[in-house]
T-cell receptor, first 113, second 114 residues
Framework: DQQVKQNSPSLSVQEGRISILNCDYTNSMFDYFLWYKKYPAEGPTFLISISSIKDKNEDGRFTVFLNKSAKHLSLHIVPSQPGDSAVYFCAAGEETSGSRLTFGEGTQLTVNP | NAGVTQTPKFQVLKTGQSMTLQCAQDMNHNSMYWYRQDPGMGLRLIYYSASEGTTDKGEVPNGYNVSRLNKREFSLRLESAAPSQTSVYFC?????????????FGDGTRLSIL
């Protein structure tokens, strides 16, 4: 039972355009969401997060949107840069239940110069 | 600043052999985690340690044991390796055992079991 799903295994965009990565979840108890970025042969690195009390969080070129009614979140990268090419994982957890995270399968983003 | 260090980076084992994966963090974090990543799947939690002296099972603990040796070190042991345990293993740490504390990952151990 995959509680966090990233339905697009890959995404290709042109440099300077917007990248939109999507993530859906089924567990209504999830109330905290994170995005991680992973380069080949490296561990994931934290990118941005959002609590369920918000519907948007921005950090520079990165914005995460949360639609609780649809159980959907998205990561927007504007403008996209070649260095953004990586695998992006979304993760979800319950703030009152410790630190256990459930990860999605990941989306490979390729930004073409 | 090393962050989270995993050793070894690569290992090949035969079925039935045992092995311990080592993890150390230098960020004075209280909580540590072991994940595995398989093709087409996200990271799955094997075991975690919310604080020194405690360990708990994650989503896929069968076939593994862990030891929180001290605040810095958290090891993962495969007692009798099986081909299904071929995977990339990541260790992570966080300041506290809360989901709003981002986890910091090591670069992984790629383990193949023949």
């Amino acid at each position: 039972d995959q509680q966090v799903k990233q339905n697009s295994p890959s995404l290709s965009v042109q440099e300077g355009r917007i990248s939109i990565l999507n993530c859906d979840y089924t567990n209504s108890m999830f109330d905290y969401f994170l995005w991680y970025k992973k380069y080949p042969a490296e561990g994931p690195t934290f990118l941005i997060s959002i609590s369920s009390i918000k519907d948007k969080n921005e950090d520079g070129r990165f914005t995460v949107f949360l639609n609780k009614s649809a159980k959907h979140l998205s990561l927007h990268i504007v403008p996209s840069q070649p260095g953004d090419s990586a695998v992006y994982f979304c993760a979800a957890g319950e703030e009152t239940s410790g630190s256990r995270l459930t990860f999605g399968e990941g989306t490979q983003l390729t930004v073409n110069p | 600043n090393a962050g989270v260090t995993q050793t070894p980076k690569f290992q090949v084992l035969k079925t039935g052999q045992s092995m311990t994966l080592q993890c150390a963090q230098d960020m004075n974090h209280n909580s540590m985690y072991w994940y595995r990543q398989d093709p087409g799947m996200g990271l799955r939690l094997i075991y975690y340690s919310a604080s020194e002296g405690t360990t708990d099972k994650g989503e896929v603990p069968n076939g593994y044991n862990v030891s929180r040796l001290n605040k810095r070190e958290f090891s993962l042991r495969l007692e009798s390796a099986a081909p299904s345990q071929t995977s990339v293993y990541f260790c992570a740490s966080s300041e506290r055992a809360w989901v709003n504390q981002p986890q910091h990952f090591g670069d992984g151990t790629r383990l193949s079991i023949l």
